[in-house]
């Protein structure tokens, strides 16, 4: 099983926000938004602190699917 971020980058254009400035609402590194870029595992704190600028829940920006199913940017 692999993580993808998919919802999240669909919540990000359903509210007009782009990847540089979530990085600035969450202070985020660039690597850290690398890794969500490429469906890589991040920390629940780096979850957390998105959910907590976008007032949402975790399964509002990240799911669990099956390995066949994840490809960068899915």
Do not use: F, H
């Not at 099983?1 to 926000?17: F, G, Q, T, V």
């Amino acid at each position: 099983m692999k993580i993808s971020y998919k919802k999240l980058w669909i919540e990000l254009i359903n509210r007009d926000i782009k990847k540089s400035d979530l990085r600035k609402l969450t202070g985020l590194s660039a690597g850290t938004i690398t890794k969500l870029n490429k469906n890589e595992p991040v920390s629940v704190a780096v979850l957390l602190s998105i959910c907590e600028v976008l007032q949402c829940d975790i399964g509002d920006i990240c799911s669990v699917v099956s390995e066949g199913n994840v490809t960068e940017n899915n």
